[in-house]
């Protein structure tokens, strides 16, 4: 059973914007925001998998976006540096949630890959709207990757190519409803509807697929995994 982190986003909304999909014009609807979420929570409910809840703050709209708060290997919590000033007061509370399932450990980027001790590729991605790599990328069990290859550069495409087995190529369309940023338990992916060639390729592989829509959380630059952290993310360093 994988244990899985959310949070309710009862203090989620656009109050800022630091990414391109952000616009506080438009806005996030929050009963839909509400509904969205609470049919993600009931899906992941359904996959064998246990779910914690860290609770919402006031003031960190974006704390909903759990995957973001930093990595976990066994039983130790790499926290997040988060580059931009609204989201760092998130970093305290995370920290404190995790204090009681792992240690904390603040280490730098560039000591990551021996920590993890296994082989770690910094790739550049080149389209704003795709800033971070889950966004753009997403490994499947049976060694393959589902990816939008033009959110890479030429070097990270290559390297990419040369270290996944094989690579299922997303459309733009799909790619813009954020279809990478999806949650793979074993054969179940939860991932935002608008896919229907990737659904269809998936299912070819006979992958159980749970399309479900994030149209207010999209307005914000994530979908259902930057809304799931799984904890851990690996079991053991160089696994």
């Not at 409910?45 to 995957?67: E, H, N, R």
Request: aromatic content about 10%.
């Amino acid at each position: 059973m994988r244990e899985l982190l959310l949070c309710p986003p009862d203090f989620y909304g656009i109050e800022y914007e630091i990414n391109p999909w952000m616009s506080r014009a438009r806005g996030a609807e929050a009963a839909l925001a509400q509904k969205q979420w609470k049919d993600l929570y009931a899906t992941l409910s359904k996959l064998d998998s246990k779910i914690d809840l860290i609770p919402p703050q006031p003031k960190l709209p974006d704390m909903v976006f759990t995957a973001n708060a930093g990595l976990t290997i066994g039983r130790k919590f790499i926290p997040s540096n988060f580059r931009h000033k609204e989201r760092a007061g998130e970093a305290p509370h995370f920290a404190r949630w995790m204090e009681d399932k792992f240690r904390s450990d603040i280490q730098s980027h560039r000591a990551i890959a021996n920590m993890l001790g296994c082989l770690v590729i910094s790739v550049e991605l080149v389209d704003a709207r795709f800033y971070h790599l889950d966004t753009c990328f997403c490994p499947l069990p049976d060694g393959t990757a589902v990816w939008f290859p033009a959110a890479f550069d030429e070097y990270g495409q290559r390297a990419i190519r040369e270290h996944v087995t094989e690579l299922i190529d997303v459309l733009p369309e799909e790619a813009m409803h954020f279809s990478c940023n999806a949650v793979v338990i074993e054969r179940e992916i939860v991932l935002p509807e608008g896919a229907p060639k990737l659904v269809a390729t998936l299912r070819d592989r006979l992958y159980r697929c749970h399309e479900l829509p994030m149209s207010e959380f999209i307005k914000a630059g994530g979908a259902c995994k930057c809304l799931t952290m799984f904890m851990p993310q690996r079991q053991h360093a160089g696994t």
